[in-house]
């Protein structure tokens, strides 16, 4: 009787593996449909150049998910050119995903904007709009400019980071001239 109740238990086991086994197979497994390295886009408008992008690696996604994205796993770095064909702002992060169909960009991890003025915006997460043209965060910012430290949670800028309000100041550091 003992002999037969653990061979019972025995099929028992091994059936509940073979079933999520099963239905593991049976998951879909969401593959890119590009990968490139060493990546160059430019986005113009009207054959002016407007963005240039630049990744170590990009991966692609155009099935299976909610929307098509574009991940840029190693990190990425964007100039944003004005209408004279000028760099005017500069962005880079560690990490990158872009949202094709809403045309939203987030970065995230050490993201650091530079203006043409050279104020400097450090966070951990931004996202960029290009529908709006608008740069917002709603973590932890740092912006430096050649006269003081801001510090606060929560950004919204334009994209070329020339206009732009932090939501809650935290702090302001007076950087003092030394170079008498």
Partial sequence: MLAGMAMVMLLLASC???R?????MGEKKIMPSQTGKDITMLYSDSTFLKVRLEAP???MYDK???EPMTIMPKGLFVAFFDDKGKQSTTLKANYGIRYETSRRMEAKYDVEVVNVTGEKLNTEHL???EN????TSDVFVKITTAKEIIMGKGLRSNQDFTQYEILEITG?????????
Avoid: F, H, P
């Fill in 20 to 24: 999520n086994e099963v239905m593991a």
């Fill in 127 to 129: 996202v960029w709009d």
């Fill in 64 to 66: 299976g998910t909610k």
């Fill in 57 to 59: 690696q990009m991966v």
């Fill in 172 to 180: 302001i550091l007076k950087i003092e001239d030394n170079t008498l």
């Fill in 132 to 135: 709006t043209k608008q740069i």
């Fill in 16 to 18: 509940q593996t073979d």
